[in-house]
């Protein structure tokens, strides 16, 4: 079965640089979200997308931006990349909202490792 | 927002016995409970959950407990094998204008041969 898509799996980037970020939902998923997990921490949520619009903002800093296309994936850009942004970035996409009885299938993808040195 | 908080930290555990690990959370919206496993550099993989509505959920040789009441959860793994070693997070959902979720801290569980 075809599972949440992310790519790359890894990227490093020097400070100050940009970086995009790509995630391609299991088909037929309508919501995204973005989840950011520093070593050792658990994953924090960033920043979701339900039917191509934005539908929950978490702690994503003012230098990162993300949005969903038409065809449903979506990219996460990150701007003047600090040493701190370093951390592996998960996708995971959903059918419906979770929680509610039309949520199916909570799928996160294998996750971007970024380095900033 | 949603709190999640989660004990222990670490759990190390013989093969063969039982592992639990527990949660408490913030928000009484909250509806969706759900347990991932994450080995290291890989992402969660979800092992079960558990709605509100749902005070038990067993599969196999996990079970998920919900008190609405004491606002919390627990993940009982019996019969543990050395490929159960991984962290554990709990999480949780509200039912508010919120739908992300909200991790627990991770348990790092450790089965010794």
């Known amino acids: 079965a075809a599972g949440v898509i992310q790519s790359p799996r890894h990227l490093i980037k020097e400070k100050r640089e940009t970086a995009t970020l790509k995630c391609y939902p299991i088909p037929r998923h309508d919501t995204v979200y973005w989840y950011q997990q520093g070593p050792g921490q658990d994953p924090q949520f960033l920043i979701s997308?339900?039917?191509?619009?934005?539908?929950d903002k978490g702690s994503i800093p003012d230098r990162f931006s993300a949005q969903q296309f038409s065809d449903y994936h979506s990219e996460l850009n990150m701007s003047s990349l600090e040493l701190g942004d370093s951390a592996l970035y998960f996708c995971a996409s959903s059918l419906g909202l979770p929680g509610t009885t039309t949520n199916y299938g909570y799928t996160f993808g294998s996750g971007t490792r970024l380095t900033v040195v | 927002g949603e709190n999640v908080e989660q004990h222990p930290s670490t759990l190390s555990v013989q093969e063969g016995d039982s592992a639990v690990i527990k949660c408490t959370y913030s928000d009484s919206a909250s509806n969706y409970f759900p347990w991932y496993k994450q080995e290291l550099g890989k992402r969660p993989q979800l092992i079960i959950d558990i709605r509100s509505n749902v005070g038990e959920k067993k599969d196999q040789r996990i079970a998920v407990t919900l008190n609405k009441t004491a606002k919390h959860f627990s993940l009982h793994i019996t019969e543990t094998q050395p490929e159960d070693s991984a962290v554990y997070f709990c999480a949780a959902i509200s039912s508010g204008s919120a739908r992300q979720l909200t991790f627990g801290s991770g348990t790092q569980l450790t089965v010794l041969p």
């Open positions: 997308f339900y039917e191509k619009m934005q539908s």
